[in-house]
């Protein structure tokens, strides 16, 4: 016989460590139908007949959030075989708020309080027996953290499962309160309703989406019953949720022991005294988001001179992919030159592009997961959501932009962290603005060739500025034009600090580096093949011209014969308002959207005029032996071949030729339209992965493609903007 | 007085909730009913939210919501 089980609960109260220990790593993670809240399903280890059904976190079953209504939908329609609640112990009387409404509900429940070490530590005595007795279901004490109670809670789950076992009715209302349930009852019976007292106590609470559930007749009829009871314009809701408050309040007077009265300082309040005091706050703060930067993106950690764990295993991948990357070359030597490239530059180089995130991704994660399990995160949001408010987003928000410095994939999967949909919704937008590592190159090469005698360091740190700048605007723009519904209040729990387990921090990251790989991974590989398509092919690949013009054979061209050249002439008009219409600057945004390095690599294939065999040969002339073999030439020898590679790569990524690519000037011939081309860069769709990632944050292709929108909306109307304004000035 | 006014270190018992919809409703299930103990823990360093305890464990809320909560010190 199989079952479902599901677990509900409030948010910190052990439910996803209760649901690893049941599950170990046979679980699925997708999301809930429509909205972005993980669906997280497993079998109990111990038996495969086991469903486990683990339900967002959440306080009530109110349907106040997304969360909420998924929690209780899922009880009341789905009908799981039977519910463990999990109650912390430490906090027990608001945990019991949603036991009651579980119980309501008439779903086969067991109740499991969980912290009972923590509870214990505090003296105090929770009376499991006289709870079970109270509410006529089983309650199991257990210690999710280390797995104590949880095999006796399974076979009582499996027992009530079995039974069918629905829980009594438990006086928690008034006389009068609970008459006019009764009367209300009655009229959701008569009408042929089913979960009729579930629905009775709803519809008196005004629960909107249960009133949109029922006819208006009935509605009415309600309404006529509370209306008799309690007067016109009485307030129902008020009443019920402190009736469950009082009955919860003897409930634990008659079955918990408090070993001290009073508010008790715990080694919990202790730390957050320190972690949130006035003056240390802000700097515990800066130090932990510099070490959260330091350990995924920086190059040199903690100033040591070497990478960052996620940079060291992303060298690391990348390298042993550059050696797969010349074996299978080696394999595909013989065949045809497209058939070699398609292999080597397409389905390698798209392969590495998603595999060459995932250390950055696994790094960050287990951070993530360590801040947001050990409670600090609430206290981040704490303190910085005086500052954020202002711009219409939360102070969670903060972590996603500063990782945006880093990289923008990181940056939109940090947005899960986020408590309202709107607020995900517009940090994934904001952290494309970032000038994330990859755009640093487009800046030093415009920089250091189009802005010689300007102060370099200025216009370079102007482009930092301007992104914060745009950030806010559009945050602010977008919160009172696009999504103006979001409940925006800060009533949050601030949970005590706790060490999270070492195997709930890596069964959460080895989830999102899976979920990061195929989700993300498809929209990345798909889009880099097809780039790579467009700049090697144009119409005489098909019909034989190439292949019998070239030497080789080849049917491929050049990218400036190819269909990316006739597509960049065919929307360099539209770039004709920002200063730069020509079609090679086109192109360039276009290859950026792989990885936004590309636009300097592109641009020194398509002005291949300015990078010639003499022009480069003449170039590194200049340099001596040692400073050749540093910028990559073996043996420090000049070599033609790698010439080209070593000059866009080593030369223009760090601006350092600063009469690299003359004709550049005759495409974009001020410097208003050079800095206009460098903010359009910096705004518009970051590369694919980010978009790949912004896709498995948003669920929808129309939210990711109205997302992206947003970003190159932004980009144009700010380029014109810097075109034309700044036209008058430089 | 509101549990804005309220200084760290302060407690007092809630009188009323002077909110509606689902803000009230949130702020209820929260476990802030009329009769129970709430006593500010502190202000966030930049001046707000606050932070208080309530039936045993801390919750934050802005001092716009704490304004609309009346309490008796």
Known sequence: MSYTIALAGNPNCGKTTLFNDLTGSRQR???????????????????????????????????????EIIARDYIVKEKPDAVIDIVDGT????????TLQILETGVPTVIALNMMDEVEARGDKIGAEKLSEIFGVPVVPIVARNGKGILELMAEAVEVAKGKKTPKKLPVFDEKLQGTIDDAKKLLDDAGETDSQWKAIKLLENDENIAGQVTEELKKRVGEVAEKAYGSGADLEAAVADQRYQYIAKVVKDAVKKGTTGHVETKSDKLDKILTNRILALPIFAVVMYLLFACTNSENFLFLGINSPGIWLAGIVESIWGWLTDLVAGLVGGASPWVYSLVVDGIMEGLGAILGFIPLVLVLYILISFLEDCGYMARIAFVLDRIFRRFGLSGRSFIPLLQGFGCSVPAVMATRTLESEKDRKITTILAGFMPCGAKLPIF?????????????????????????????????????????????????????????????????????????????????FVSTILIWFLSGFNFDSFNGTNAAESEDGSVMCEMNDSFMASIGNVIAPIFKPLGFGEWRPAVGVVTGWIAKENVVVTFAQLYDEDVTDEYLEEYFAQYSSEELEELGFEDGEYDAEAAGDIYSEGVLFEGGDENALPHMKDDIKTKAAAYAYMVFNLLCMPCFAAVGAMKRELKTWKETGKAVAVQMVTAYVVALLVNVVGGLFL | MTLKEMKPGQSGKVVSIGESGPLKRRIMDMGITPGVDVKVIKVAPLGDPVEINVRGYELSLRKEEAARIEVQA
């Open chain 1, 29 to 67: 993670v997708g999301n809930w139908p429509g909205v972005t809240v993980d669906k997280k399903e497993g079998t109990y280890k111990k038996d495969k007949g086991i469903n486990i059904m683990d339900l967002p976190g959440t306080y009530s079953l109110s349907p106040y959030s997304a969360e």
């Open chain 1, 91 to 98: 906090s027990i009387e608001r945990n019991l708020y949603l």
């Open chain 1, 444 to 524: 030093a090469l415009f920089v250091s060739t189009l802005f010689v005698d300007s102060n370099q360091t200025l216009v370079t740190y102007s482009l930092y500025i301007f992104s914060i700048v745009v950030a806010i605007i559009v945050s602010l723009l977008l919160n009172k034009f696009v999504y103006k519904d979001g409940a925006s209040n800060f009533i949050m729990e601030l949970p005590q600090y706790r060490i999270p387990t070492l195997k709930s921090i890596l069964i959460h990251g080895w989830e999102k580096v899976k979920g990061f790989a195929v989700k993300a991974g498809t929209v990345i």
